[in-house]
């Protein structure tokens, strides 16, 4: 058989600085730049990418596979009109020279929010499923921070979900996908769907599947799966994304319509009753500071994620509040990565290994309140950007970071870690490139929320979840949002959102903060009836 594949993955926060243009695609931002037909099998083979996942399934069948586009760009507010029509017009243009097709993948993330469409990944399965018709199966892998709408479930045939937090299964979700379409293009589909919407948002930092309740909630949902002999899937959900769907979702498809209800209802009274265990406790930077110079040592480092600066959720890591902290401590053996900084980076790569110099770091992108960290810094050792990934989120990647840096304070002796190209601190790749071994330090401090865990958490004593300026906030209620469903509770057992014209009628003169206790909505005890689809 024959199978066209494709995709385009952004993750949007709508509350970040900056746009993702086109050329954030083609550059790609960490993960590999944007390809065009034949290309794209060279340009991701052995990486941990659903793509990759999935063009190794679908070969190993002895199917033909025809690349389509693929791009990807790093989390950050809305991908512009013109990188949106470009790559979905080329994957369309080049998926009808293709067709006839006996089906279609999309890599896809299921969170891009554009300029002129809320929900990027409904309307690309959309145009697609308009093109290829509705004989033709479709089926796409999302992230598991994909906030799943009514339309992607209506145009897809299926679409299946990362079950890990750090996503170390981004292939292996591929592969299934590409299993699925497999299934459905031989008339062993199945054809009847269940879709639910739960009731409350989660922060990033306690989705991880390391721990609980996700941990449970996977493996109960692969139990669900052999015992009802379903495809099931659940979406934790990218709280950052200010439209109606914005939210957390489970799917489920089953020989029929019962099936499938009985199934998701299963797994959704689980959702349900774990809403207090997705609570998240925050530290100060300063008190998670002088945590860390006390615990941990050299062998077995406290790392400090510095969650609301995160490029993967729409950071510019460029954030100086942790570094501020670790300086004015004068924390020992303490380096913090990544800042992304290219003057910085630019700056010490002029000057050269060994000189001493005047910097101003970091704060670029007018995070409102960020001031530079100014002080004199040695260049301990410069770096290329050039390396490839070796932890088990990010093995194979082939990183193009620009010039980069390890700066050491003069005072305090903290290290930093600069890069001129924006990447999530999620590999140790990232900061042995300049010389440092995370293992050897006491404080290792990550702009990264989750995906760190993946290689730090085997080295690391303790792990805290920082509270330091950035527009990716921890809590989802501390947004300032406008456009979510009402009803909806913007954290575990939080207050409801109330669309900001009744907020302002029920409560004049307050601000959200002030009327939030108004709108507290217990936790539902029993599960609704799941919204039976398609
Ligand atoms: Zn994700």
Known sequence: MKFAVGGMQHETNTFAPTRADLDAFVKGGGWPTIQYGDSLFQAVEGANLPVAGAITCLLAGGHKVVPLAWAAASPSAQVTREA?????????????????VDGVYLDLHGAMVCEHVDDGEGEILARVRKLVGAGVPVVASLDLHANVTRRMIQCADAVTIYRTYPHVDMAATGARAAQRLLDIARGRGLASKAFH?????????????????AKRIYELLKQIEREHRVWLDFAPGFPMADFAECQMTAVCYGAGEQQAREALSVLVKAVEEAEPDFALTLWTPADAVAHAARRGEPGA???????????????NGDTTGLLAAMIEARAPDAVLGLLIDPAGAAQAHRLGEGAAGDYRLGATSGVAGQEPVTGRFVVERLGDGHFTCTGPMFKGFRMNLGPMALLREQRSGVRVVLASVKCQAADQEMFRHVGIDPVRQRIVAVKSSVHFRAHFQPIAREILVVRAPGPALADPADFPWRNLRPGLRLRPLGPAFMPPATRDLATPGTGPDQAAPLNIKPPRTTPPDPVPYG
């Open 197 to 213: 919407v739960f009731d409350y948002l989660t922060p990033l930092p306690s989705q991880c599947t390391f721990a609980e309740p």
């Open 84 to 100: 949106f029509e470009t790559i979905v017009g080329s994957l369309l243009e080049r998926l009808r020279d293709a067709m006839p």
């Open 301 to 315: 480092p406290v790392v400090l994620a510095d969650t609301q600066d995160n490029p993967g959720a729409g950071g």
